[in-house]
């Protein structure tokens, strides 16, 4: 079993786990570093009443730049780097395949409100990824969002996002 993994490790081509974990600890550091030229605005230093502001996010945002830079350093020059493989096209896939829909379903968010947007990334994600009927997808993502307005609007009185169009207005919320 260990021989068919290593077997199939060896063909996989990609981006190595590497370079990936450099890339997103210089993420972490950009983050950082903004994090402590804010704070140095708020004043970071100690004052007359005790820390400033700024005082703890300096030293957080501190932290996050000395840390990522030495992940940067051990992933990129470091003697026992993982070159390995990531993650393959296939598996990218995979993972974009949830990931893109995700990101449209925020948007659709903005627009149609959280109730209608979920109704149709419930429905498409059951019919186009779990194959199954339009008819059956329509009925859960119906059922799904009908409970949640209705424990969330009606029961809890909390009222969601309608969106910019608010589709739902004629029901009065």
Do not use: H
Not at 41 to 67: E, N, Q, R, V
Not at 125 to 140: A, D, E, N, Q
Not at 144 to 172: A, D, H, I, Q, R
């Amino acid at each position: 079993m260990e021989d068919i993994q290593e077997a199939d490790a060896g063909s996989r081509t990609g981006i190595a786990t590497n370079v990936v974990e450099a890339v997103v600890a210089f993420m972490i550091f950009v983050i950082g570093a903004v994090v402590v030229y804010g704070s140095r605005k708020l004043g970071s230093g100690w004052t007359s009443d005790g820390p400033g502001a700024g005082y703890f996010p300096f030293y957080i945002g501190l932290i996050l730049c000395i840390s990522s830079a030495a992940i940067i350093y051990q992933a990129l020059l470091g003697k026992d780097k993982n070159t390995r493989v990531f993650v393959d096209s296939e598996q990218l896939k995979r993972v974009m395949s949830v990931l893109i829909p995700a990101g449209i379903y925020i948007l659709a968010i903005q627009l149609l409100g959280i109730y209608v947007a979920s109704a149709l990334y419930i429905a498409l994600f059951m019919v186009i990824l779990g194959k199954y009927s339009w008819f059956k997808s329509v009925i859960v993502a119906l059922a799904v969002n009908t409970l949640f307005f209705f424990m969330f609007e009606v029961w809890f009185k909390v009222p969601l996002f309608k969106g910019k169009f608010e589709p739902l207005s004629f029901l009065g919320y």
